[in-house]
T-cell receptor
């Protein structure tokens, strides 16, 4: 049983589209939540933290619903450069370290 | 800023050979981690070190050993490589506050034949 679940996709969207990714986690005691971005054959990089009040960074909006144990990432006005795998990450599921979902693949096309 | 540096970037081993993957960070982080990433499996924690002098097992520690040599360096050793250890290995470090997330190295692509 994986503690962080994501739809693997791929999501194929045209430039300018809005796309949303969802993630669920199993441990209600989880404390911190993140979205990471991973480009092909590269290391994961922190995209944004996810706060209970929701947070926005430019075209990216992250939401957390603790009651439903659900995290979302919304990307508006998609760019070709947004093509990557997006990893949902939770802290508090497995001791001291972060617990990564398997990722959702996004391809933005011209 | 170097961040987290991993060596080597690529390695091919024969079954039964040993090797050590090196990781160093220059951000004065207390915590360091080793993950492996396989297709369809995502990132899985092998070992972590919450502080200098301490190490703990993660989700998939079998076949690996680690050493936290000092605050900067955290190495991963394969004593007798097996084809099942073919993977991409990432080292990461983090500061005290977990809300800052991790900084990852660029990875080591290991093939065991």
């Amino acid at each position: 049983r994986k503690e962080v679940e994501q739809d693997p996709g791929p999501f194929n969207v045209p430039e300018g589209a809005t796309v949303a990714f969802n993630c669920t986690y199993s441990n209600s005691a989880s404390q911190s939540f993140f979205w990471y971005r991973q480009d092909c054959r590269k290391e994961p990089k922190l995209l944004m933290s996810v706060y209970s009040s929701g947070n926005e960074d430019g075209r990216f909006t992250a939401q957390l619903n603790r009651a439903s144990q659900y995290i979302s990432l919304l990307i508006r006005d998609s760019k070709l450069s947004d093509s990557a795998t997006y990893l949902c990450v939770v802290y508090g599921d497995s001791g001291y370290a972060l617990n990564f979902g398997k990722g959702t693949s996004l391809l933005v096309t011209p | 800023n170097a961040g987290v540096t991993q060596t080597p970037k690529f390695q091919v081993l024969k079954t039964g050979q040993s090797m050590t993957l090196q990781c160093a960070q220059d951000m004065n982080h207390n915590s360091m981690y080793w993950y492996r990433q396989d297709p369809g499996m995502g990132l899985r924690l092998i070992y972590y070190s919450a502080s200098e002098g301490t190490t703990d097992k993660g989700e998939v520690p079998n076949g690996y050993n680690v050493s936290r040599l000092n605050k900067r360096e955290f190495s991963l050793r394969l004593e007798s490589a097996a084809p099942s250890q073919t993977s991409v290995y990432f080292c990461a470090s983090s500061d005290e506050g977990i809300n800052y997330g991790y900084t990852f190295g660029s990875g080591t692509r290991l093939t065991v034949v």
